[in-house]
């Protein structure tokens, strides 16, 4: 019930003038609720409720189509909450997790193997928000800050992997999703970009906005 509330307060303010939409240039901040546009395959990462048949069996991780589904939106937390102030610009290089918005898990990858491309597996852990240290990701950047209108990568720090897409397709009962997985070498496949979402800057008051 209490995701349910969050997801509706953020749908509210994403239907805000200036909220919704392309990104206004400037640093992806900590507490800042977004969609993750991967730049080769042109898909939103993704999650839902669908377990993987196969493998650990955790919550399945996917790439989408659609601009829309409100399954798409991750919020930046760091390493730890207390490193990470909310409105603070996301360094290159800075730790971070990636929390599903609607099921409260945090984006994780292991030594599973991938179901339909044999790399490795990624998948939505923990409760809540909190899991374990195989949640953790760099952001590889080229300057200071993670910038809304560049093209990053994310790296595993528990297991040196790239988060990737390379367009597989799963069938039934989530049929033209990608498959998402981690592969040892950075390339073209592992590019994201910060698109819709809602942006938290320093000066937003915390009581107001503390869920997001």
């Known amino acids: 019930m209490r995701r349910r509330c969050l997801l509706l307060l953020l749908l509210a303010l994403l239907s805000e003038p200036g909220r ?9 901040t900590c507490g800042s609720v977004l969609k993750l546009l991967n730049t080769r ?3 939103r990462l993704h999650s839902h409720e669908v377990k993987y048949g196969s493998g650990s069996q955790q919550q ?10 409100a399954n798409s939106y991750w919020r930046i937390r760091g390493k730890n909450d207390d490193v990470c102030q909310r409105g603070t610009p996301v360094k290159c290089g800075q730790a971070i997790r ?7 898990k945090n984006l994780h990858t292991h030594h599973f193997p991938s179901p339909l ?10 409760d809540d928000g909190e899991g374990d240290d195989l ?5 590889q950047c080229s300057g200071t800050h993670w910038e809304r209108e560049d093209a990053v990568r994310f790296k595993h720090i528990g297991t040196d992997v790239f988060l990737s897409i390379t367009g597989e397709q799963y ?9 998402v997985h981690g592969m040892p070498s950075p390339n073209h496949h592992n590019y994201w970009m910060a ?10 008051d915390p009581a107001k906005h503390d869920e997001l």
């Open 41 to 43: 395959h042109n898909v």
């Open 195 to 204: 698109m819709e979402g809602v942006f938290i800057k320093p000066s937003m």
């Open 135 to 139: 949640d953790i990701w760099t952001v």
């Open 20 to 28: 919704g939409g392309d990104p206004a240039p400037g640093a992806v």
């Open 117 to 126: 491309s044999n790399n490795q597996e990624v998948s939505a852990f923990g």
């Open 171 to 179: 069938g039934h009962p989530i049929r033209g999703q990608r498959e």
């Open 98 to 104: 990636l929390t599903h918005v609607n099921t409260g």
């Open 60 to 69: 399945s991780v996917t790439g989408v189509e659609a601009s829309d589904d």
